[in-house]
Every structure is written in structure tokens, then in C-alpha cells.
């Protein structure tokens, strides 16, 4: 079969392995609950609310895969997308890896998505889908950035560090999730640069993976409301935009 007759399926990984210490003790941050559903739950719908995934892969922690079987079961989800449960490892990328190993071989492109990001629009699933499918190896949403950015010199917390570089804003963008990605083209950058991350960074961005083999990665326009939860005050926010599409039959 050839490369233009084989079907094309696209699966959404959602690692979700880690505890989110910044957030506090207690639960693992997506199973913090959002307008009192799991903030995973949220980010598996906004997943599964694409016609254009069939598949959602939940990477849970090695000792709660039971417990987030449950979970998924317990809520309402589309019957159209199938969902897997699967363990994940010490890391993110391992979790990534476990999550790509989970795949079936009909899949040629993957998107992967924080559970700490449980509000990302339909529309900016379906533009990350749709720039991959249209051929770009791997896709990135982003919006522009508000702040002026200054690289500095690290010193010690709390005190003052220089300034060495004010790089240009309008050349700048702050990357959100899903990323997406030509399968085969995550799994090589995945293959190739396990456990080479050096200070962690590329551990926490599969794009900047791809960028390690020379793959340019593309970026569509982001949303406002696809933030990160990860600090209590990112967890007023979310309540408030919940309670604004709630009331407005938006969600």
C-alpha cells in the first residue's frame, strides 16, 4: 500500500504520570479536580471533542493505571474515541515513549497533550491535526508573548542577576500543547535522544526533540485559555473560565 492510499488515524497521548509538586501536597496535579471533575478527565475531552482522534492514550502513574481506568469510566466521553490506559515511567519522555509504544500500527500521527492543560479549544486540536496532515512533521501551538523577555545570568534564588541579553519579543513564541507530530519522525527523535536531555529541558518538549534532527517544527496560532495549571493562583483562573463556558453553554 502506498504511502497516498494508506489511511491516515491519529492518536492523542496524554502523559500524566508526574505529581505537579508546584502545585502542593496532596493528589497528583491531574487529578486535582477542575469545577469538581479530575483535570485530566478535562483534558481527555478536550482530546476526545476532535472528530479527527480516534484514540487517546492516558499514561497514568505505574501504581494508579487502575485508579485512572476508573476515572475515565466513571465520566461521560465520547463513544466514538477509543480510550487506553497504560503505565508510565520515572520521566516525562519515558511516559511519552510508553504512551508511543501503546500505539497501534494504523497510527501515523500522534498528538501529545499536558493533562495540565485541561481547557485547550477544539479549534486549536483540529489546526495542530490538520498542519500535520497537510505534511509538516511536527506542529506546534503558540501565542506571542505580552512581557518583554531579559536573559540573564543565573545566581542564587533571591538575588540580583545581570542581564546579558534582551532577546527580540516579536521573534518570540510561548508554546502550548497538543504538539503534533508524523509519527514515524517522534519515535526517531524519541529513539535517538532518550536519556540525553542533559539539564531536562528536552525531557519536557518533544518538539524541541525534533528540532535535535534537524526537522523544522512549525507553529499555529495557540489560545489564551490552553495555560498551564501549575501554580494555585493557574487554578482560580481555570475555575473562572469553567464557570464562563459553563453558563454560557459553551462546554
Known amino acids: 500500500m502506498s504511502d497516498e492510499s494508506r489511511p491516515h488515524r491519529t492518536a492523542a497521548v496524554i502523559p500524566a504520570a508526574g505529581r505537579g509538586v508546584r502545585l502542593g501536597p496532596g493528589a497528583p496535579k491531574a487529578l486535582r479536580t477542575l469545577g469538581g471533575i479530575p483535570m485530566l478527565i ?5 482530546m476526545a ?8 492514550v492516558v499514561v497514568a502513574p505505574a501504581d ?15 463513544e466514538r474515541t477509543e480510550i487506553l490506559v497504560v503505565p508510565g515511567g520515572e520521566t516525562r519522555q519515558e511516559s511519552v515513549r510508553a504512551g508511543l509504544d501503546a500505539l497501534p500500527a494504523d497510527i501515523t500521527a500522534v498528538l501529545i497533550h499536558d493533562a495540565a492543560r485541561p481547557l485547550v479549544p477544539v479549534d486549536t486540536v483540529d489546526s495542530v491535526v490538520e ?3 497537510d505534511g509538516a512533521p511536527a506542529v506546534v501551538p503558540a501565542l506571542p508573548l505580552a512581557d ?14 545581570p542581564v546579558v541579553a534582551t532577546p527580540v519579543r516579536a521573534r518570540l513564541r510561548a508554546v502550548q500543547t497538543p504538539q503534533g507530530f508524523d509519527l514515524a519522525t517522534l519515535r526517531l527523535a524519541h529513539e535517538k535522544f532518550a536519556g540525553l536531555t542533559g539539564d531536562g529541558e528536552g525531557a519536557t518538549d518533544d518538539a524541541g526533540m525534533v528540532e535535535r534532527l534537524g526537522v523544522t517544527v512549525v507553529v499555529v496560532p495557540g489560545h489564551e485559555e490552553a495555560f498551564k495549571v501549575t501554580r494555585p493562583l493557574d487554578l482560580v483562573l481555570a475555575e473562572a473560565v469553567l464557570a464562563r463556558r459553563r453558563a454560557t453553554d459553551a462546554y
Open 42 to 46: 478535562h483534558a481527555v475531552r478536550a
Open 49 to 56: 471533542r476532535s472528530r479527527a482522534i480516534s484514540l487517546v
Open 64 to 78: 494508579g493505571t487502575a485508579e485512572v481506568r476508573r476515572l475515565i469510566d466513571e465520566h461521560a466521553l465520547p
Open 131 to 133: 498542519a500535520v496532515r
Open 148 to 161: 518583554t523577555v531579559k536573559e540573564v545570568e543565573p545566581g542564587r534564588p533571591g538575588e540580583p542577576e
